[in-house]
T-cell receptor, first 111, second 110 residues
Framework: GQSLEQPSEVTAVEGAIVQINCTYQ??????LSWYQQHDGGAPTFLSY????GLEETGRFSSFLSRSDSYGYLLLQELQMKDSASYFC????????????FGKGTKLSVIP | DAMVIQNPRYQVTQFGKPVTLSCSQT?????MYWYQQKSSQAPKLLFH???????NEADTPDNFQSRRPNTSFCFLDIRSPGLGDAAMYLC?????????FGPGTRLTVT
């Protein structure tokens, strides 16, 4: 089976940088992705890492270390609108399309 | 714009009364998914289709069924909704490593 661990809540100041960590245990691993979800909304795809290293998309970056079964999402220049839940999710097995979500990290951005 | 559309956005049904939720996509993706998400929880995968190949998660209750008549449309049927089935139901498609979600249907069971 799959299990993912991420912090349940994080608070950060507007304009700052925040890192949300995710560790996973899976029976098969194809990649790690990140989703943002505002209250009452649907998840929105942010990033995907299949290989080790850092992927950067604007203010958001995502990192993966397959050997450590670890990844993180880095949010820079935080804005109030970044207040949301952030989920890491594992795609298990090449050719498999199953996505297993972590329990989510609720990010609160304060002035 | 290419997108994933879910109808209705809000659905109220009575305990035990069958209900069908609909999803359509204009992305032309082969893979479609149905998730159930309860308040303050992660989305839970119910089913996924690769084209017409149906994959049922082991812990998806028999009360839930799905149909995919063509690439663009997918339906979730709840045969006898219980109070515990009240949730947000999310449809998604995928390409590469990312999944693209519709806005969801919030189901209330009275």
């Amino acid at each position: 089976g799959q299990s993912l661990e991420q912090p349940s809540e994080v608070t950060a100041v507007e304009g700052a940088i925040v890192q949300i960590n995710c560790t996973y245990q899976t029976s098969g691993f194809y990649g790690l992705s990140w989703y943002q979800q505002h209250d009452g909304g649907a998840p929105t795809f942010l990033s995907y890492n299949a290989l080790d290293g850092l992927e950067e998309t604007g203010r958001f970056s995502s990192f993966l270390s397959r050997s450590d079964s670890y990844g993180y999402l880095l949010l820079q220049e935080l804005q109030m609108k970044d207040s949301a839940s952030y989920f890491c999710a594992v795609i298990s097995g090449a050719g498999s399309y199953q996505l297993t979500f972590g329990k989510g990290t609720k990010l609160s951005v304060i002035p | 714009d290419a997108m994933v559309i879910q109808n209705p956005r809000y659905q109220v049904t009575q305990f035990g009364k069958p209900v069908t939720l609909s999803c359509s996509q204009t992305l032309n993706h082969n893979v479609m998914y149905w998730y159930q998400q309860k308040s303050s929880q992660a989305p839970k995968l119910l089913f996924h289709y690769y084209d017409k190949d149906f994959n049922n998660e082991a812990d998806t209750p028999d009360n839930f069924q799905s149909r995919r008549p063509n690439t663009s449309f997918c339906f979730l049927d709840i045969r006898s909704p219980g109070l515990g089935d009240a949730a947000m139901y999310l449809c998604a498609t995928s390409e590469g490593g990312g999944q693209y979600f519709g806005p969801g249907t919030r189901l209330t069971v009275t």
